[in-house]
């Protein structure tokens, strides 16, 4: 691979270019973590620069000129010494969570009884944090299915934003189809201009792939490590167990508000299913895949009976420099089928 054909990476700090000299890496982790950007300058002349609080923003132009960065953020740490400057810069979520963000204290005199979780979010960022220009993009901002509601909802002392999103979207799981459950995660979504928060749903593992890998078409490398699967739920007077325990039991605490018993017992079988499909954790090299989005269905196609077929992207990275770039891909398996499960 040449550098002037294949792969010019470009960062963008303010409205300065970087197009030498530089090499980083972008961790996209999944789970609705905010994605981080590291990487390394080794012109001097960077070092006199103000950079803290800086929009950063990284254009892979993998085979082509980029229109949209593939990571948009802010620069949060720089460290410079005599030969370099390193620094590390996390997606616009950063103004949501920690020390970064207005922390929200929901009581009986102060909440967001009515609202949705998706409009809570809308307001805040609106009032709070887009106050003078927009930092967060707002047009990819929808309810989930089901509605997840902020009514009742109260923190014992104040909290960032993220982390009462992050728990309360635990809640927000698509049964419409009971063997296969779908939860939700935060996705970010650039536009070229602004980096938009989203709720992103997962797709059916059955879905057509948005990327197929095999040794002959952009996969390098993989590994497998498989975890025992949850064979039983117990709690709130329900209990199932798995129709064969081959590795042994492995149990999963079901807790919450319910209905009945039956309630209860759906909840684990959701609970169960979930944790289930995440037991074959897979690793793929690959010089192909780089734009795809968390949660898009990757297809491999290898001989290993096992693991052949679709999974799920759960994370990725990508490593780069004027002269190479590396992708790693961490997949998972498809889920079981409530067919499974003895009633």
Do not use: W
């Not at 990487?39 to 990284?58: A, G, M, S, W």
């Not at 929200?104 to 805040?124: E, M, Q, R, W």
């Not at 759906?266 to 090299?285: A, F, M």
Request: with cysteine; aromatic share 6%.
């Amino acid at each position: 691979m040449t550098e002037n054909t294949y792969y010019k990476p470009r960062l963008v700090i303010g409205d300065k270019d970087i197009t030498k000299g530089m090499s980083g890496s972008i961790t996209f982790s999944g789970n609705s973590q905010a994605n981080l950007c590291t990487c390394k300058i080794t012109d001097p002349d960077f070092q006199n620069h103000r950079l803290y609080n800086k929009e950063l923003k990284v254009y892979l132009n993998y085979g082509a000129d980029d229109g949209v960065p593939i990571f948009r953020g802010f620069i949060k740490e720089v460290t410079p010494n005599d030969t370099e400057t390193n620094i590390k810069a996390i997606d616009p979520r950063m103004l949501l969570t920690g020390q970064t963000s207005r922390l929200v204290h929901l009581t009986d005199d102060n909440n967001y009884d009515g609202y949705s979780l998706a409009s809570f979010l809308h307001k805040l960022i609106e009032d709070d944090i887009n106050t003078d220009k927009t930092l967060i993009g707002l047009d990819c901002l929808r309810d989930t299915n089901p509605i997840v509601s902020m009514t009742g909802e109260r923190t014992k002392e104040p909290s960032s934003p993220y982390q009462i999103v992050t728990k309360k979207l635990k809640d927000a799981i698509d049964d419409s189809d009971i063997e296969k459950p779908l939860t939700y995660l935060i996705d970010m979504i650039d536009d070229g201009l602004k980096s938009n928060i989203t709720f992103k749903k997962e797709k059916q593992i059955t879905e057509t792939p948005s990327l197929n890998l095999s040794f002959s078409n952009g996969l390098v490398s993989y590994k497998n490590n498989r975890r025992v699967p949850s064979t039983r739920a117990v709690g709130e007077g329900a209990d199932f167990t798995f129709s064969s325990e081959p590795k042994g039991s492995v149990s999963r605490s079901i807790s919450g508000k319910f209905k009945d018993r039956n309630d209860a017992r759906t909840q684990g079988i959701k609970e169960v299913l979930l944790h289930n499909r995440e037991t074959d954790e897979i690793t793929v090299q690959a010089n192909k895949g780089h734009y795809i989005g968390l949660g898009s269905i990757v297809r491999l196609d290898i001989d290993e009976e096992d693991i052949k077929g679709n999974h799920r992207l759960t994370s990725k990275k990508i490593s780069f420099n004027t002269g190479e770039v590396k992708l790693s891909l961490s997949l998972n398996k498809k889920p079981l089928v409530l067919s499974s499960y003895i009633q």
